[in-house]
T-cell receptor, first 116, second 113 residues
C-alpha cells in the first residue's frame, strides 16, 4: 500500500521563478492538504483540495495556487518566488474532505525548496 | 485565534531516561488532538490521536494524555532510545474547518548515549 508520495524531493530556484510541486495521496484517500514548514517551525496550512476544488485556504497570497486531478493527485504552484518561500513543503492526505473531518493526516516526506 | 503552544522548545536527555512534552491549546470547538514525530528533513508521522472523550492513549513507549478542561496535553516517552531524537509536534483540530488544523512549533528532543 503506497503512502503519500511527493516530487521532487529537493529543488533550487531563483527569485522570480515559478515552481510546481506534486503529490500523490495514500491509496483510498481523496483529500490533499498542503503545508509550508520553515526551519524550526511547525507546518503552516496553505490549502486543502477535495473533489478537485480548493475547499479551505490558509493565510497565503495568491502566488500560491493548486490543483487536484480526477485521480486525487495534486499540484502546488508558487509564482514569483521570494527568498522567504524557501521551506519544506509537505503534502498530507486524508479521507472525506470538508468541514467536519476528524480523521488522521498522512504526510509525505516533503519537497525541500531553496530560493536563491 | 486558535493557537497551540508547546514546551519546552528543546530538550536533551540521556538514553534510557523518561521525558514529558507539553502542549497547551486554545482551539475551539475542540475536535481532536494529535501528536506527530518528525525526523529531521522528513514528513511527520502520527503517534496518537485523541478525541474529547479520551484522556489517555498509548503507542508503545509513547503515552499521550489529554485534559480537555484545562486544554492541555502531554506526551510521555518511556525508556528513551537514540531513535527518539526528533521533533514532536502537537496538532489540534476544531470541529469546524478541520482542514485548518493548528500546528504547534514542536519540541526538539535529543537523546544522547
Amino acid at each position: 500500500d503506497a503512502g503519500v508520495t511527493q516530487s521532487p524531493t529537493h529543488l533550487i530556484k531563483t527569485r522570480g521563478q515559478q515552481v510546481t510541486l506534486r503529490c500523490s495521496p495514500k491509496s483510498g484517500h481523496d483529500t490533499v492538504s498542503w503545508y509550508q514548514q520553515a526551519l524550526g517551525q511547525g507546518p503552516q496550512f496553505i490549502f486543502q483540495y477535495y473533489e478537485e476544488e480548493e475547499r479551505q485556504r490558509g493565510n497565503f497570497p495568491d502566488r500560491f495556487s493548486g490543483h487536484q486531478f480526477p485521480n486525487y493527485s495534486s499540484e502546488l504552484n508558487v509564482n514569483a518566488l521570494l527568498l522567504g518561500d524557501s521551506a519544506l513543503y509537505l503534502c498530507a492526505s486524508s479521507l472525506g474532505g470538508g468541514g467536519f473531518y476528524t480523521g488522521e493526516l498522512f504526510f509525505g516526506e516533503g519537497s525541500r525548496l531553496t530560493v536563491l | 485565534k486558535n493557537q497551540v503552544e508547546q514546551s519546552p522548545q528543546s530538550l536533551i536527555i540521556l538514553e534510557g531516561k523518561n521525558c514529558t512534552l507539553q502542549c497547551n491549546y486554545t482551539v475551539s470547538p475542540f475536535s481532536n488532538l494529535r501528536w506527530y514525530k518528525q525526523d529531521t528533513g522528513r514528513g511527520p508521522v502520527s503517534l496518537t490521536i485523541m478525541t474529547f472523550s479520551e484522556n489517555t492513549k498509548s503507542n508503545g513507549r509513547y503515552t499521550a494524555t489529554l485534559d480537555a478542561d484545562t486544554k492541555q496535553s502531554s506526551l510521555h516517552i518511556t525508556a528513551s532510545q537514540l531513535s527518539d531524537s526528533a521533533s514532536y509536534i502537537c496538532v489540534v483540530s476544531a470541529r469546524t474547518n478541520a482542514g485548518k488544523s493548528t500546528f504547534g512549533d514542536g519540541t526538539t528532543l535529543t537523546v544522547k548515549p
